[in-house]
């Protein structure tokens, strides 16, 4: 399939005309001066030339080579994914420990199933039990009365 | 008048008033003009002198492929105006792998096109006049001689028909127009530009014509 052989020669007259379209007189005379004076600007604000940022560079690469966006936004997609797959992972409370060939590594203390929830209560509080987190702290309640004092 | 005419389509000058030599795009192992590599290393270096002579030399050509693409004056040249903008901020990246020329053309080119996708339908159409030199074009006077005595409103007309045409093509397929059909442009330059091979650019040369073809056939003859 060459273009260049088939009937397109009408075509290509007609075409001819764009070659005809022109900007306003002087038009390119302050293209470039407006595009200097942008720079300058830019430059004045420290938002080009030596103190262009990192950031900046990269989106301008993004635009000179489109498969650098293609190549950042399929490595951002990849490090989402495999986000989202390591948290699939996470270890669930009651079943914390990793198992090889059936036993687990490390045998951690589990509340026997007929354990009563007053048992549970117990081994959480401060009434004199060894494995509280917070014996340390002596945390003691006292009752409060919210009643105005009369003293 | 006539080279005011011929000004979008004429090979770049290596400095104003020289003879005309266009650096040939993306080729490593043509000669690059001396001058432009000069240029683009002061440049690199802050010099804005020099980049005001890049921008002179190349302004021409960006804005008109910017403007074929948009048939919109005022759209190419805010594109322009930021491809000369970014192509400094970005000039430190510039390994100069290709020509200057290829490289700020393919920013010109992505910006555009990116700029297309994000206008879509909101398209308005804004033309450059037509240079006295196409009421005189034999090319086109044949296309509308026998239509209406009144050239230059048949010219008009033709102008906004072929633009409306253009606007009916997808932007990869305008593109290939504008650069070979309208800029001049050869289909390994386009390919470069363009960043594919030569074949796709024929391919899509081909699928354009046609469907321009179809789009203006009852002005051509």
Redesign the interface.
């Known amino acids: 399939?060459?273009?260049d052989s088939?009937n397109?020669d009408?075509?290509?007259?007609?075409?001819?005309?764009?070659?005809?379209?022109?900007?306003?007189p002087g038009?390119?005379d302050r293209?470039?001066r407006?595009?200097?004076a942008?720079?300058?600007a830019?430059e004045k604000g420290g938002q080009?030339?030596?103190e262009?940022s990192w950031f900046?560079?990269m989106l301008?690469?993004f635009?000179?080579?489109?498969?650098f966006a293609g190549a950042f936004g399929t490595a951002v997609c990849a490090f989402l994914i495999s986000g989202v797959l390591s948290s699939d992972q996470t270890p669930v409370l009651g079943d914390a420990t990793p198992h090889v060939g059936g036993s687990p590594l490390v045998s951690a203390p589990v509340p026997e199933a007929n354990s009563s929830v007053e048992q549970l209560m117990a081994s959480t509080t401060n009434s004199g039990g060894s494995g509280s987190l917070f014996d340390q702290f002596s945390l003691q309640t006292r009752p409060v009365s919210y009643l105005p004092n009369n003293n | 008048m006539r080279e005011a005419a011929m000004i979008m389509t004429e090979p770049i000058p290596g400095k104003p008033g020289d003879a005309l030599k266009r650096p040939p795009v993306g080729e490593q192992a043509e000669p690059v003009p001396v001058e432009e590599s000069e240029l683009v290393t002061r440049a690199r270096k802050g010099d804005l002198k020099a980049y005001d002579q890049l921008v002179q030399r190349y302004q021409e050509r960006i804005y008109a492929t910017i403007y074929h693409m948009t048939s919109n004056h005022e759209d190419a040249n805010d594109l322009a105006q930021e491809a000369f903008i970014k192509g400094f901020q970005a000039l430190k990246s510039f390994k100069g792998g290709s020509s200057f020329y290829t490289w700020v053309y393919r920013i010109a080119v992505n910006k555009t096109i990116n700029f297309l996708k994000q206008r879509k339908n909101r398209a308005q159409m804004s033309l450059n006049d037509l240079d006295f030199n196409a009421e005189h074009d034999p090319d086109l006077v044949a296309l509308i001689s026998d239509k209406t005595p009144r050239r230059e409103a048949a010219l008009t007309e033709l102008q906004e028909k072929l633009n409306e045409g253009l606007q009916k093509l997808s932007e990869p397929h305008r593109l290939v127009v504008t650069l070979h059909d309208v800029q001049g442009l050869s289909h390994e330059e386009i390919a470069k530009i363009m960043g594919c091979n030569i074949g796709t650019v024929r391919s899509r040369l081909f699928y354009a014509r046609q469907q321009l073809q179809g789009f203006l056939a009852d002005y051509l003859k």
């Open positions: 399939m060459n273009p088939e397109f009408s075509l290509r007259q007609l075409l001819a005309l764009k070659r005809h379209e022109v900007p306003p038009y390119f293209l470039s407006d595009v200097m942008r720079i300058k830019g080009v030339g030596a262009f900046q560079r301008s690469m635009d000179v080579k489109p498969v």
